[in-house]
């Protein structure tokens, strides 16, 4: 693979090494970029999601670049369909979600993009718990029908502003994030789509879901040089 990205190609494919494995992303860096949202997607899905892709062309038209990422392997995928224990280990999809952070801090065409996090149910945990960790490249963070719940102990850790999103009918997912909401120390909001499932199947929701998150990374993620502590991690 080609490591050198230009503003004109989209959906580049990239392997992002993660410890001992290598995750599959696809990496599109719109023309004057101004920031980089990392998707973190929740369990059963995957990059190729229409849900995710649809949100992430939304932000490509806010020129937010976007990087959609798988934290598990295709075999470890598989086993979790039979097992559904690795899409709760948020110790492990954090971990790697930082690994992948990482990697676009020392990247020569991603270092001077702010870092943003779109998380899914419990890929939002994983954002949640990788954003404490790394504060100096994370720049905002947006849950979608999320599970703030699983990142229990970094929340008062997160610095990174914070939107929560959830369907006004996921009323057990809504209690969940009214607990996130009170153990956030930074600037926050709780977001309630009317008529919205878990997963804003309804007519109108995800579009509702798009727009909102669109905002909310425009407003906090602006293109500027990394502090260069974030460079000494690369």
């Given amino acids: 693979m080609n490591d050198a990205f ?33 998707f973190a997607h929740g369990s059963g899905s995957s990059r190729h999601s229409p849900r995710n892709r649809y949100v992430a062309s939304e932000l490509r038209e806010g020129a937010l670049g976007t990087l959609l990422i798988d934290l598990l392997t295709a075999e470890e995928e598989e086993a979790d369909l039979l097992t559904g224990q690795l899409r709760f280990d948020i110790e492990l999809l954090s971990t790697r979600l930082v690994a992948a952070t990482d990697w676009l801090v020392g990247h020569p065409d991603t ?68 607990e996130a909401m009170a153990a956030l120390r930074v600037e926050k909001k709780l977001e309630i789509v009317p008529g919205a499932t878990h997963l804003f199947e309804e007519p109108g929701t995800l579009e509702h879901v798009a727009r909102s998150a669109r905002r909310w990374f425009e407003d906090h993620l602006a293109r500027g040089v990394a502090p260069s502590g974030q460079r000494s991690r690369a």
């Fill in 6 to 38: 230009t503003s004109e190609e989209r959906d580049v494919v990239v392997r992002i090494p993660a410890n001992d494995v290598l995750l599959a992303g696809n990496l599109n860096i719109p023309p004057e970029a101004r920031g980089l949202v990392l």
């Fill in 111 to 178: 270092r001077d993009l702010k870092i943003g996090y779109f998380g899914a149910s419990t890929g939002a945990a994983a954002a949640l718990v990788a954003a404490a960790a790394r504060p100096d490249a994370v720049g905002a963070v947006v849950s979608r029908g999320g599970r703030p719940d699983l990142a229990r102990s970094s929340l008062a850790q997160v610095q990174a502003p914070t939107l929560l999103i959830v369907g006004g009918d996921d009323v057990p997912v809504i209690a969940m994030n009214r």
